[in-house]
């Protein structure tokens, strides 16, 4: 399987800011997909990045509060915008891979906001 | 929409039992994968398990094996001869199977705990 890092592994911001959180592969996939673990619940998805396009946004997430990049294969990041406390949370990268039918994830990212 | 349903919140059992967690999805697809994922306190997602919805025979990977029913929707885990180290959240999850990526859709949870 891919080894996944993502950064920060945890952060506290204070209200109003923006944080961007990193996930880097050791090798090429051929997705990359953002989900939110909000505390005591279970993950969520928030997006997919597309390698050279727009992310894919689901239901009840938006690009301007969570916008996406994904300059290659290997690299995606993950800014939360204008944080609020309700945005507490672990958000964890996953990636795909063709003829794998399998996602596998990044240590994740707390992130507390005051 | 696909959704998942863990309805054991807290296990709890002595080392070296066995133990089985329930899942139920409901899905109109017919092609699809089930996976079992553990998330220690570490949060890092640990694939346990998979079950591709074609296959008859029930997934086994050493300690873990699946109890796949697919009429039923029924995909539980069972985990023999626990150990400390099993303790974790574990989260079932469905993911469609076609062309490019699908996302996974997690059930609620079900937090194991081993007891020494």
């Known amino acids: 399987s891919a080894v996944i890092s993502q950064k920060p592994s945890r952060d506290i911001c204070q209200r109003g800011t923006s944080l961007t959180i990193q996930c880097q592969v050791d090798s090429q996939v051929t997705m990359m997909f953002w989900y939110r673990q909000q505390p005591g619940q279970s993950l969520t998805l928030i997006a997919t990045?597309?390698?050279?396009?727009?992310?894919?946004?689901e239901s009840g997430f938006v690009i301007d509060k969570f916008p996406i990049s994904r300059p290659n294969l290997t690299f995606s990041t993950l800014t939360v915008s204008n944080m609020s406390p309700e945005d507490s949370s672990i958000y964890l990268c996953?990636?795909?891979?063709?003829?794998?039918?399998?996602?596998?994830f990044g240590p994740g990212t707390r992130l507390t906001v005051t | 929409a696909q959704t998942v349903t863990q309805s054991q919140p807290e296990m709890s059992v002595q080392e070296a039992e066995t133990v089985t967690l329930s899942c139920t999805y409901d899905t109109s697809e017919n092609n699809y994968y089930l996976f079992w994922y553990k998330q220690p306190p570490s949060r890092q997602m640990i694939l346990v398990i998979r079950?591709?919805?074609?296959?008859?025979q029930n997934a086994t990977e050493n300690r873990f094996s699946v109890n796949f029913q697919k009429a039923a929707k029924s995909f539980s885990l069972k985990i023999s001869d626990s150990q400390l180290g099993d303790t974790a959240m574990y989260f079932c999850a469905f993911m469609k199977q076609g062309s490019g990526a699908q996302k996974l859709v997690f059930g609620q949870g079900t937090r194991l705990t081993i007891n020494p």
């Open positions: 996953s990636v795909w891979t063709v003829g794998k039918d399998e996602q596998y």
């Open positions: 990045a597309n390698q050279g396009s727009e992310a894919t946004y």
């Open positions: 079950q591709e919805a074609y296959k008859q």
